[in-house]
Every structure is written in C-alpha cells, then in structure tokens.
C-alpha cells in the first residue's frame, strides 16, 4: 500500500516562505509524477505544481515564479519550496503520486496559513 508523508506546514506572514516534503513509500518504482493541489473550502483542488520523473515540471499560474517543485534523486520525495507567500496561498497542500502502469494516490494534507 503506498503511503505519502506529507511535511512542512504551518503558519507564516505574508512575503515568507515555507518548504513542503512528500514522500512516498510502498512501491517498489519511484512514481512517474508527482505533484502538489492546494484546496480552500468551498473551492475545487487546483493544481499548484507537478513534475515527472524525468524532471519536467509544471506550476499553476499563480505561483509560477514564486514556488519551485524539486524531486530527490531517488525520486520518491517531492518538494515544494514556496516563496514570496501571499494571503491567498493559504489552503491544505495535498501531494499526489501517479504510478505507470497504474496507481494514483493522494497524501492526507498538510494546512498553510500566511497572514497579512
């Protein structure tokens, strides 16, 4: 069963940053992609960045230039470094592993805060 370990959370003025780690365990492969959503009540899951094992990477338009997503070199933690925050990047950061052939998981959530 794989499990995501979501970290790094927590509370931070506006222009601060903060830096999530997910990792995945369970698997023998390292997952194809993988990815960070963000969610506030009453909103859809948006997508906030992603990368594939390869090194290709993805961001939501409202973080690119601000937020940078890196993997390990075992490829099985995916961070996200999360600079310049504004009050509206607060939400839960949720990690998202995408396996080949198959298997797509979610980690369990991890709250940010950023205050003005």
């Known amino acids: 069963q794989v499990q995501l370990v979501e970290s790094g959370g927590g509370l931070v003025q506006a222009g601060g940053s903060l830096r999530l780690s997910c990792a995945a365990s369970g698997r023998t492969a390292s997952p194809y992609l993988m990815a960070w959503y963000r969610q506030v009540p009453g909103k859809e899951r948006e997508l906030v960045a992603r990368m594939t094992a390869t090194g290709a990477a993805d961001y939501g338009d409202s973080v690119r230039g601000r937020f940078t997503i890196s993997r390990d070199n075992a490829k099985t933690t995916v961070y996200l470094q999360m600079n310049s925050l504004k009050p509206e990047d607060t939400a839960v950061y949720y990690c998202?592993?995408?396996?080949?052939?198959?298997?797509?998981?979610w980690g369990q959530g991890t709250q940010v805060t950023v205050s003005s």
């Open positions: 998202r592993a995408e396996y080949l052939p198959s298997g797509d998981y």
